[in-house]
């Protein structure tokens, strides 16, 4: 599918739950959030049929994500159901690690790919003030287990906040020296909870390359990444910078995404939202409502001019 821009939209991000395990402090009250009613949630069976209109239309990279992925009841169901949807070339999950070690092996079964999974820190007592509830050991017995299952490359998702782990930077980039595992950093970005925090505690990605002037560029294959990557020497994994507020990467866009109620999302920062759930249930056509809804995808986000999207983190799935 192309959009108005001329950019082939083959990638689409499903939210399966607004819920999680942690309660990162830039990403979610300390409270938690109220639970949505079962049936405004997308059942297993509606996911699975949007799923399959997207990739008749042409998507080929599917991930599915959260609030907390490994959470939703039936996860490997939708897993299975999606893995099997023929012409999906890629297929993954983003997750917090911490209920990995007890699915992997049976979401690499089921067709999953790879995982990407988030963590901000190395320091156990950092990790647990960060998402006031979790424990470190967890989301690194996750990676072990993912990494032996062969849901690789692995790619470790970290968000830089400033007085927080900028001071890990080197730590968290060596974790790429001997293995195949992509790090990627972050910057905060004002949604949900961020709002409170980024103009406090965002730094530029910049800092990255200037506290490891020993990064070199790898040649960019796929544009559409929002990642911008770099090696140290003589090592196995990359180093991603993505950078959504001190560098737009909008051109090459390529993603919708759909949230755990149905609702389709043209871009992560605009409050436009198509509701596919309300549409399957009234027996709409919905390839016909996703073709035009992808006519309408704006060209880009306005962050830098203070325009924030209302729904959290948690709700849309990063
Ligand atoms: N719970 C899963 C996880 O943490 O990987 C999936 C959902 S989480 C919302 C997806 C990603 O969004 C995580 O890597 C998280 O760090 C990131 N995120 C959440 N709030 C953010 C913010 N305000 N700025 C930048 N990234 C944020
Ligand atoms: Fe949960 Fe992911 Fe948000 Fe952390 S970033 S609170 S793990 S949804």
């Given at each position: 599918m192309k959009d108005p821009f001329g950019r082939n939209i083959n990638y689409l991000r499903i939210s399966v739950?607004?819920?999680?395990?942690?309660?990162c402090k830039y990403c979610m009250p300390e409270e938690g959030i109220p639970k949505v009613p079962h049936q405004d949630v997308l059942s297993i069976e509606e996911i699975e049929k949007i799923a399959k209109v997207f990739v008749n239309l042409g998507v080929n990279k599917i991930r599915l994500t959260g609030g907390e992925p490994l959470l939703r009841n039936g996860i490997l169901d939708i897993v299975e159901r999606i893995g099997k949807l023929k012409g999906l070339r890629d297929f993954a999950i983003t997750t917090n690690g911490v209920l990995l070690k007890r699915y992997a092996k049976e979401l690499k079964l089921r067709g999953l790919k790879r995982v990407n999974i988030s963590l901000d820190t190395l320091d156990k007592k950092k990790y647990k003030y960060i998402t006031r509830v979790g424990k470190l050991e967890d989301v690194i017995e996750g990676i072990e287990v993912a990494k032996q299952v062969g849901l690789t490359p692995v790619k470790i998702n970290t968000v830089l906040i400033g007085g927080f782990n900028d001071n890990e930077i080197e730590d968290i980039i060596r974790l790429t020296q001997k293995e195949e595992i992509d790090v990627r950093f972050i910057e905060l970005m004002p949604i949900g909870e961020g709002v409170k925090y980024e103009p406090e505690y965002f730094i530029s990605n910049q800092i990255v390359l200037e506290k490891n002037p020993k990064l070199i560029e790898v040649e960019r294959k796929d544009l559409s990444s929002p990642a911008v990557y770099y090696k140290l020497p003589n090592a196995k994994g990359r180093i991603g910078l993505i950078n959504p507020i001190s560098c737009k990467f909008c051109k090459y866009c390529n993603r919708v995404r759909l949230t755990a109620q149905g609702k389709l999302k043209l871009c992560l920062h605009s409050n436009n939202e198509i509701d596919l759930k309300e549409a399957l249930r009234s027996g709409q056509d919905i390839e016909k409502i996703i073709i035009d809804a992808v006519g309408q995808k704006p060209e880009s986000h306005h962050l830098e001019n203070?325009?924030?999207?209302?729904?959290?983190m948690y709700q849309i799935g990063g």
């Open positions: 739950t607004d819920l999680c395990n942690l309660r203070g325009q924030y999207v209302s729904k959290k």
